[in-house]
């Protein structure tokens, strides 16, 4: 999975064969649009609303493709779910890839507890769009419950105060900044 961040909550993901843009428009002005959506799969503009909510019964996730599958050239790529988590998160897990929570992509209140969570969501990435004592919590829980890999921060303005809460909540687990325009391989 390739992670490009672009200012505000502008991400393009690149997972399992396809891309996805999310939030285009929130994007720092440098940038050109067509920079983030350019030869994405889906486009994600603004509202959470649309995509389906993870933690339900009736969310079908894609069952894992047979290698056969695979091979045939007429296969549309790997699968990739992308879907709402509580009223401002987002989940991206790719076939074969690192699953992803984004937190804070909406407004609302980010889904504070791990339980809410996917429960076979080991080892995954967290990107952080803001800081604030609920993220701050959350990050904390999450480190102790051993349930992710890596944060990424994507903070704007991100200081020296913000960036030693963060660090003292994650105890030891590790932190990448996201620089703006510089993608990510997970």
Do not use: C, Y
């Amino acid at each position: 999975m390739k992670i490009t961040w672009f200012g505000g909550r502008a991400l393009r993901i690149q997972a399992s064969g396809q891309i996805v843009a999310f939030f285009p428009g929130s994007a720092d002005q440098q940038f050109d649009r067509h920079e983030i959506v350019g030869g994405s799969d889906r486009v994600f503009e603004s509202a959470l609303a649309d995509l389906p909510p993870f933690l339900t019964s009736g969310f079908d996730r894609p069952a894992p493709r047979r290698l056969i599958d695979e091979m045939d050239e007429e296969a549309d790529g790997l699968s990739l779910v992308v879907a709402r988590l509580g009223e401002a998160d987002i989940v991206v897990e790719g076939e074969g890839e690192t699953p992803l929570v984004i937190l804070g992509a909406a407004d609302g209140d980010v889904t504070e507890a791990p339980g809410d969570w996917p429960h076979h969501m080991r080892d995954g990435a967290v990107l952080i769009f803001k800081i604030d004592q609920t993220i701050l919590g959350l990050v904390k829980r999450l480190a102790r419950g051993g349930r992710v890999r890596l944060f990424l921060i994507a903070v704007a303005g991100l200081n020296e105060a913000n960036w030693a809460d963060l660090a003292k909540a994650g105890e030891g687990v590790p932190m990448q900044v996201l620089e703006p325009a510089l993608g990510l391989e997970l």
